[in-house]
C-alpha cells in the first residue's frame, strides 16, 4: 500500500535543493515547466532534459525514486508515441505495411512529445521529492494570496490543505491496523465476489470514520485551545525568509532557461 | 517448542530512507499452558513481535514457530491459525464496527464459517467467559457501554474463536483501577482454568507480575531478558535502566531491604507483601 504513493512523497536529505526556500522551488518550476512548454526545438529540449538530470544528481535523491516516479506515465508515453508515428503525416515515409505509412514528421514530433512529458514529470518530481508537503503547502498558500482580495480565504484554504496532508500517513497507519486487527478476528478481505469484497470493507470503514470524526473533533478542540481564530493572522514558527542563496539559485535557473530559450532559435 | 521465534527480525519499509529495523535475532519460546510477559519500553518492538505470532507480519528474516512448524511454509492456514492463535489488539474497543454486542462477538465465528446456532454457542460462551450477562448486554449497542465493558467485549470479540493462545497488547490501556483488578483476575482464570496459553505485552506490572511464569525483555527490537519471571525480576538495576519499574509493592520490599531490615524482596503482589511485613514484624519483635 505504501509502495503505490512514492510517487511524490518526500525524501529527507540535506542538498542545497531541500534547503531552498518553498517559493522560490515552486517559481522556479513554473518557469521552467512554462519554457518547456515555449521551446519547439530538440537542442532546447534536450538541453532542458540534461539540466534536470543535473538537478536530480544534486538532490541526492536516489535515482530509482524518479524512474519510479515516471512509471505512471510510461503508458501514457507510448499511446502517445503510437499515435503519432501511424496517424501524423509528412516528411519522408520511413516504413509502409499496406495501407499504414510511418513518416518521419510523426517519428520526430511523437519523440519530441514524449521527451518533454518525461522532462516535465522529472521536474515536478524534483519539486515534490525534495520538498516535506506541509512547506510545499506554504509555499503554494503564498501564490494564493492574491486571491484574498476577491473574498477567498486563502489562509483558511492553506491551513486545510496542510492538516489534510498531515493526516494522510495517521490514516493510512491506522487503516492498516485496522485491517490486521480484523483479519486477526478472521476477515477476509480478498476472495470472494466483489459484492462480497465490498461487504467485507465495512469492518474497515467504521471504525476509520468514527476515528476520523473524533481525530477531527479533537484537533479542533485543541487548536482553539491554543488560539486559532479563523480570519486571525498567523506567525509561524520556521520564518519564511528568502536567503541570498535563494536569489541566486533563481538567477541561475533563469539564466539558464535563457540559453534553452536560444537554442530554440 | 509450542510457540515462540528463532532469530526473528523485521524491518519496516526495506530499501527506502525510512527503514526501521523493528526487531533483530529475537528468539523465545512458550510452552503449553504458560502464562508470559512481553515487557520493554515504548517502540521497542513489543507489538511488531507479536503480530507476527498469527501470521499478520511475515518475518524479515528468521522463523516464527507454532507446535514445531515453522509460519510462513505455504502448508500453514492461515485462518487455521488465527483461530487457534487469538491475538487482541491495543484499545481494540477501536475497531468495533457493529450495532449489538452480539454482532460484534459473533464477527469472528462466523469468518470461521461455522452456522448461526454455533456461533451464537460460541458468543454465550465468549460473553460468559468474560463476566458479561447475556441478557444484559447481547442486544445493546457496543458504544453504550462503559469503557470497562467495552474492553472485555473486545477480549470476547477474540476468545469466541476459542483460541488456544491469547496474546494481549496493552490490554489494560485506559482502564480504571478497578477494571485493571478485573482483566487480570480474568485472564489468570482463562490461564488456569480453561487452559489458555497467554502472553500480555504490558508495561504496567502491578498486578500481573505475580501471575507470570516467564518474562521476555525486549529494549531496541532486541531480547535483553528472558527467563522465568522471578530470575528477571530480581534484576532491579537493569529494570530501572530501561526506564521500567518493578511493581511498587517490590519496590517497598526493596526500600526496606535497604533500610537495613531482613525483608525479602522477591514480593510480586499486596497479599505476598502483606505477608511478609507480617513476619517481619514478628520477627523483630523477637
Request: charged share 30%; proline share 7%.
Given at each position: 500500500m505504501s509502495r503505490s504513493i512514492t510517487l511524490g512523497q518526500y525524501m529527507p536529505g540535506e542538498s542545497l535543493i531541500h534547503q531552498l526556500n518553498p517559493r522560490v522551488k515552486i517559481l522556479a518550476l513554473l518557469m521552467m515547466l512554462a519554457v518547456m512548454f515555449i521551446v519547439q526545438t530538440f537542442y532546447a529540449l534536450i538541453f532542458l532534459l540534461l539540466f534536470a538530470v543535473l538537478l536530480l544528481a544534486s538532490s541526492g535523491v536516489p535515482f530509482s525514486y524518479f524512474l519510479r516516479g515516471i512509471r505512471p506515465i510510461l503508458y501514457i508515453a507510448l499511446f502517445a508515441l503510437v499515435i503519432y508515428f501511424f496517424f501524423t503525416r509528412g516528411g519522408v515515409v520511413l516504413l509502409r505495411i499496406g495501407f499504414i505509412t510511418v513518416e518521419s514528421d510523426g517519428v520526430r514530433e511523437g519523440l519530441f512529445v514524449v521527451t518533454r512529458l518525461v522532462a516535465l514529470v522529472l521536474y515536478s518530481l524534483l519539486l515534490t521529492l525534495t520538498t516535506t508537503p506541509l512547506s510545499l503547502t506554504h509555499g503554494m498558500g503564498y501564490f494564493l494570496k492574491p486571491l484574498k482580495y476577491i473574498g477567498l480565504p486563502t489562509d483558511e484554504v492553506a491551513m486545510i490543505m496542510s492538516i489534510a496532508l498531515r493526516f494522510i500517513p495517521t490514516l493510512m497507519e491506522e487503516s492498516q491496523r485496522l485491517m490486521r486487527a480484523q483479519l486477526s478476528r478472521g476477515a477476509d478481505f480478498e476472495s470472494g465476489s466483489i459484492f462480497r469484497k465490498a461487504k467485507s470493507l465495512v469492518p474497515l470503514i467504521v471504525p476509520l470514520f468514527i476515528s476520523a470524526f473524533r481525530r477531527a473533533d479533537e484537533l479542533a478542540l485543541a487548536m482553539e485551545a491554543r488560539g486559532f481564530r479563523l480570519g486571525a493572522r498567523r506567525t509561524r514558527l520556521h520564518e519564511d525568509i528568502i536567503a541570498p542563496r535563494d536569489w541566486a539559485v533563481l538567477v541561475f535557473v533563469a539564466a539558464t532557461l535563457a540559453a534553452a530559450l536560444v537554442l530554440n532559435i | 517448542m509450542f510457540i515462540g521465534t528463532e532469530k526473528l527480525s523485521h524491518i519496516y519499509m526495506p530499501g527506502t530512507p525510512y527503514a526501521t529495523k523493528a526487531l533483530e535475532e529475537v528468539s523465545f519460546s512458550l510452552d503449553r499452558g504458560d502464562f508470559a510477559l512481553l515487557i520493554g519500553p515504548s517502540g521497542s518492538g513489543k507489538s511488531t513481535l507479536i503480530q507476527h505470532l498469527n501470521g499478520l507480519l511475515k518475518p524479515s528474516g528468521g522463523k516464527v514457530i507454532f507446535e514445531d512448524r515453522e509460519l510462513?511454509?505455504?502448508?500453514?492456514d492461515l485462518l487455521a491459525l488465527r483461530k487457534r492463535i487469538g491475538l487482541v489488539f491495543q484499545m481494540?474497543?477501536?475497531h468495533f464496527f457493529s450495532e449489538t454486542v452480539y454482532d460484534e462477538v459473533a464477527f469472528a465465528p462466523r469468518n470461521l464459517g461455522l452456522d448461526e446456532v454455533k456461533v451464537e454457542q460460541n458468543v454465550k460462551l465468549a460473553l460468559e467467559r468474560v463476566g458479561l450477562e447475556w441478557e444484559v448486554?447481547?442486544?445493546?449497542?457496543?458504544?453504550?457501554?462503559?469503557s470497562g465493558q467495552k474492553r472485555l467485549v473486545a477480549l470476547a470479540a477474540v476468545l469466541s474463536l476459542q483460541p488456544e493462545v491469547l496474546i494481549l497488547d496493552e490490554p489494560t490501556a485506559g482502564l480504571d483501577p478497578g477494571g485493571r483488578l478485573h482483566l487480570f483476575a480474568l485472564l489468570k482464570s482463562l490461564n488456569q482454568q480453561a487452559g489458555l496459553t497467554v502472553l500480555v505485552c504490558t508495561?504496567?506490572?502491578?498486578?500481573v507480575a505475580d501471575l507470570a511464569d516467564s518474562v521476555l525483555v525486549l529494549n531496541r527490537g532486541k531480547v535483553i531478558m528472558s527467563g522465568p519471571a522471578h530470575d528477571i525480576f530480581a534484576r532491579r538495576q537493569e529494570f530501572n535502566k530501561l526506564g521500567l519499574s518493578l511493581p511498587e509493592v517490590t519496590e517497598v520490599m526493596h526500600c526496606l531491604a535497604a533500610a537495613g531490615?531482613?525483608?525479602?524482596?522477591d514480593i510480586y503482589s499486596l497479599e505476598q507483601a502483606r505477608a511478609e511485613i507480617n513476619s517481619l514484624k514478628r520477627r523483630l519483635e523477637k
Open positions: - | 510462513g511454509s505455504d502448508s500453514v481494540a474497543e477501536e448486554v447481547h442486544d445493546r449497542h457496543p458504544f453504550q457501554l462503559s508495561h504496567h506490572m502491578d498486578e531490615l531482613p525483608a525479602r524482596t
